[in-house]
């Protein structure tokens, strides 16, 4: 039984490399419709192809069932991030029903503007130093290869998914102090462009939260946290994480209450 949702936004797939929860992901979509769906870059990571080629079958499902579902009638848009770049070559056309856009704006149930953007253009190192990014790349592909060996073996004892990596981000002051300075710089764009808030990915940190009289929130991802933002029918946004309803010792899907700044 799937469950009805006006909305649905997701990012940071990262198809193509290892760590990668395409599984996840497919189950997601099996369990939900949706009016809308955006998809808030990095979807595919190029970065990763292009250095070594791995595409997993389900990766490839990925792609089908997000088509079926343009094919079928949801309204499918495609805000590309910095790992998916070159898409935005082709932003303001249509690919399979697919709508490529640079940003996008969404206007909730209870008419609330919200902006959409991937959030990378925030990213001081990735706007200025991208050599620096990449080499952040590199580790952040250690941190997650660790990630999934850990919990493939939490799995072999019954025990549910747990993000390794988003542990470690959480209690690293460096880290906490870089995601805060982030999402106070895209809540100030999207106040200063008029949007009553702003959704994007980016950091692999799902949150929601009011900052300064703008909605901020951050869908996730599906490498480390297994997120997605969803707006319920009366507008309502919440963040589902569905790694804890896909686990082998499930418990039901953990809904992320938004925090206040």
Same mark, same amino acid.
């Given at each position: ?13 990262? +198809?193509? *490399? ?12 099996? !369990?939900?419709?949706?009016? !809308? @769906? ?10 990763? @192809? ?23 009638? $949801? ?20 690919? &399979?029903? %697919?709508?490529?856009?640079? #940003?996008?704006? !969404?206007? *909730? ?9 991937? &959030? ?24 997650? $290869? ?19 990596? &988003? ?17 106070? /710089? ?24 009011? %900052? #300064?009289? /703008?909605?901020?929130?951050?869908? &996730? ?10 707006? !319920? +029918? #009366?507008?309502?946004?919440? %963040? ?14 953990? %809904? ?6």
């Amino acid at each position: 039984m799937s469950t009805e949702y006006r909305s649905i936004w997701i990012s940071d797939v990262h +198809l193509g *490399t290892r760590a990668c929860k395409a599984e996840f992901l497919l189950d997601f979509y099996r !369990h939900t419709e949706s009016e !809308h @769906l955006y998809l808030v870059g990095d979807i595919v990571d190029g970065w990763r @192809l292009s250095r070594s080629w791995y595409w997993d079958q389900a990766h490839n499902d990925v792609i089908q069932k997000t088509l079926r579902k343009a094919r079928k009638g $949801t309204r499918v848009v495609y805000v590309p991030g910095n790992h998916d770049d070159w898409l935005r070559d082709y932003a303001e056309h249509e690919m &399979g029903g %697919i709508t490529l856009q640079l #940003d996008a704006e !969404h206007v *909730t149930a209870d008419r609330r503007r919200l902006l959409v953007v991937h &959030g990378d253009a925030f990213d001081a190192a990735v706007t200025y130093a991208r050599w620096l990014v990449r080499l952040g790349d590199h580790a952040s592909e250690w941190m997650l $290869t660790l990630n999934h060996l850990f919990n493939r073996a939490r799995r072999g004892i019954g025990l549910p998914y747990w993000s390794l990596s &988003g542990f470690v981000k959480a209690h690293l002051t460096s880290a906490a102090g870089y995601i805060s300075a982030f999402e106070d /710089v895209v809540a100030d764009a999207a106040r200063r462009r008029r949007f009553d808030g702003v959704v994007c990915g980016h950091i692999h940190q799902p949150r929601i939260r009011d %900052i #300064d009289g /703008v909605r901020y929130c951050n869908d &996730g991802d599906w490498v480390e946290n297994c997120t997605a933002l969803v707006e !319920h +029918l #009366d507008g309502r946004l919440e %963040i589902v994480d569905w790694a804890r309803i896909h686990a082998p010792a499930a418990a039901p899907a953990r %809904i992320l209450e938004p925090v206040d700044a």
